[in-house]
């Protein structure tokens, strides 16, 4: 732990859209998609004036940001001889943060509309300059409190009432001890960061720039280029020999550079275990783990739990096999839509009102600041042109969170606006409760929040639903979601732990290495040898195209928080005290990064150092993939299927 603050904006991309007809549907929604973004009109975007009125003022607030980094050389000076200077030292370098917050923001979120605007890149690439110096400049931090130590601290904070709010991160440095280096050795590990992110920038690079783009003829005789958009879109194709084609060629493709894809990963991995010894940790997995105090058997429960819960995901897979009527159901079906005939679209409007009627179970409050994200413009509605595809929330303390969507009117879309606000409730009410130093949500809780919402949506829907094929459809998606956050990130967790261990074994991860192991995961998770699905070889490298192995053990963070929101949203939904549960959820979204996180977790109800989340959670599946097998015979015997 280290109170160098780090730049945190939660990306959740949008998941899968399912192909659309059947239940008419003649709203209109909004297609701004080939309109520049100045022409899009007002009311349609956020208000990203309410972090700066204009370019100008982001450029003053710069230049005053500028001046104020070399007063943490002043206030560095003594700073732990007594309470009233380590109070000062931290309120400057609280001020520091909080503007170069507010500047980083109003950057990134206005490039992210403009993508093609190079002076948004220059302006977050100045950000990152600054915090990269700040860095540098406090690396001395750890150290000088180890120094001090707790007792010393302890006397500080009657002396100064106000430290008190930083205690929880002392504590958190005093506990990281061991792992701690000397300042000038610190100050050389903080200056890796000018290069360190190579690796991932350069995949990135490759992936989405440099990488020519296979193209494809479709049935109808039609060329198309296989950019990600295109591949996304065409591996759901009605059409199986389409699916098969794209998904054959796409990866194909991308074959003939996973050397270099090898090369970049093995990289970063090594990164992570460089930074394991110099840190003294006893792996790289103990290393990404131990400064949030979560257990590394939360990790091994994720994969031993979901190993022995493969069951209902093979029955949901074999349903859609039965639903898509295949003799053998392969890879390149996987994200074909089990559900071919739905359409129904929300207006904007009307999803605002669904999602605040859904999260009437939490309560006035919770009501409150939905309202104030649709009313006061926190959220981005339409795509336009320029602007970068799927969704995230962005949370900014001394403002407000802010929402990208690119809304479309799917339920998918639906789906996921109602995660990207639970992000946005999350970051809202910790910043009203909690202080700045603990206004940083570790990333084990980021994907709780959100999830929880998508929980507390299919449970209102389910339940209200009285079309037993729109209610097919809803199952379809959820479940799948959860085939893409649980099951497959799983994979990717397991895949990425196994990674880590032979590097630190002293092994170059080629190519080949590589394949070998995704392939022999992804045939295991799938049912390759039982027969549910058939994996062939061609998707053995789909590694070279997942970001996330760049990220340092993230994936395993939308699994657990998937189980964690499942069991969370059971609480309050049929808990045997919903008020009491009700209270313990705000209390888990007001706290922040005010104690560990799994200590807040447990706060609220859920403990994932047991098997009883994991048992909740699969248990719910297994009563979704029930429900969604007596539609489906329901269905069939009126021969709507």
Do not use: C
Request: proline letters at 3%; zero cysteines.
């Amino acid at each position: 732990m280290s109170v160098i603050k780090k730049i945190f904006i939660v990306l959740v991309f949008a998941g899968l859209i399912l192909p659309s007809s059947g239940f008419s549907s003649s709203k209109n929604i909004p297609d701004f998609s080939t309109t520049e973004r100045d022409k899009v009109p007002e009311e349609f975007k956020w208000n990203i004036s309410d972090i700066f009125p204009s370019i100008e003022a982001w450029k003053k607030g710069s230049e005053e940001l500028g001046k104020l980094i070399p007063q943490l050389t002043e206030v560095s000076k003594d700073w732990t001889m007594s309470a009233g200077n380590m109070l000062k030292f931290f309120k400057t370098l609280g001020k520091i943060y909080r503007k170069g917050y507010k500047l980083y923001s109003y950057a990134s979120n206005r490039s992210n509309m403009d993508m093609g605007n190079p002076l948004f890149q220059k302006m977050k690439g100045e950000m990152r300059s600054y915090f990269i110096r700040i860095g540098s400049m406090i690396s001395f931090v750890n150290s000088d409190i180890l120094k001090l130590g707790g007792e010393k601290f302890a006397e500080y904070i009657k002396a100064e009432p106000e430290l008190k709010v930083y205690k929880f991160e002392i504590d958190e440095i005093l506990r990281m001890k061991a792992h701690v280096l000397p300042p000038d050795q610190q100050r050389i590990v903080s200056l890796t960061g000018l290069f360190s992110s190579a690796p991932s920038r350069a995949s990135g690079i490759l992936n989405n720039v440099e990488m020519p783009n296979a193209k494809i003829k479709l049935a109808d005789g039609k060329e198309v280029e296989l950019n990600y958009s295109n591949y996304a879109k065409y591996r759901k194709s009605k059409n199986p020999d389409v699916r098969s084609r794209v998904m054959r060629k796409y990866w194909g493709n991308h074959r003939m550079f996973e050397k270099t894809f090898a090369v970049l990963l093995d990289a970063e991995i090594k990164k992570h275990v460089f930074n394991s010894k110099v840190g003294k940790f006893e792996n790289t997995l103990k290393t990404r783990l131990y400064p949030n105090s979560i257990d590394t058997s939360v990790y091994h429960n994720l994969i031993k739990y979901t190993r022995e819960n493969l069951e209902p995901l093979h029955r949901y897979l074999k349903l859609k096999k039965d639903l898509l009527k295949l003799k053998e159901y392969k890879y390149d079906d996987i994200y074909a839509s089990a559900v071919a005939k739905v359409d129904k679209l929300y207006t904007f409007e009307e999803a605002k009102d669904l999602i605040i009627k859904v999260m009437k179970p939490l309560g006035a409050d919770y009501e409150k600041g939905l309202k104030k994200a649709f009313d006061e413009r926190w959220i981005d509605i339409y795509a336009n042109k320029g602007k970068q595809s799927g969704a995230y929330s962005s949370g900014l303390y001394d403002v407000h969170p802010f929402v990208k969507m690119n809304y479309d009117g799917s339920y998918s879309d639906l789906s996921t606006l109602a995660h990207e606000l639970g992000h946005a409730m999350h970051s809202w009410f910790t910043s009203k409760k909690q202080h700045f130093t603990n206004s940083n949500y570790a990333t084990f809780l980021a994907e709780i929040a959100s999830t929880f919402n998508e929980s507390l949506l299919i449970n209102y829907l389910l339940e209200n639903e009285k079309d037993d094929l729109f209610k097919l459809f809803l199952l379809d998606e959820y479940i799948e979601g959860f085939r893409v956050t649980l099951y497959r990130q799983t994979l990717f967790a397991e895949f990425e732990l196994a990674l880590h261990k032979m590097a630190e074994q002293g092994k170059t991860l080629t190519a080949d290495i590589l394949d070998q192991k995704y392939l022999e995961l992804t045939r295991y998770y799938y049912g390759h040898d039982k027969g549910v699905v058939k994996v062939d070889d061609f998707i053995r490298n789909e590694w070279a195209g997942i970001p996330h192995f760049f990220l340092n053990y993230y994936v395993y963070t939308y699994s657990t928080g998937i189980i964690a929101s499942m069991a969370l949203a059971d609480n309050v939904l049929h808990g045997e005290n919903k008020k009491q549960n009700k209270a313990k959820y705000l209390d888990f979204i007001s706290a922040g990064g005010s104690r560990p996180p799994l200590d807040i977790l447990k706060t609220a109800g859920v403990d994932m150092t047991t098997a009883d989340p994991f048992q909740k959670a699969f248990k719910r599946l297994n009563y979704l993939v029930t429900e969604m097998e007596k539609i489906v015979k329901r269905l069939k015997k009126k021969n709507k299927i």
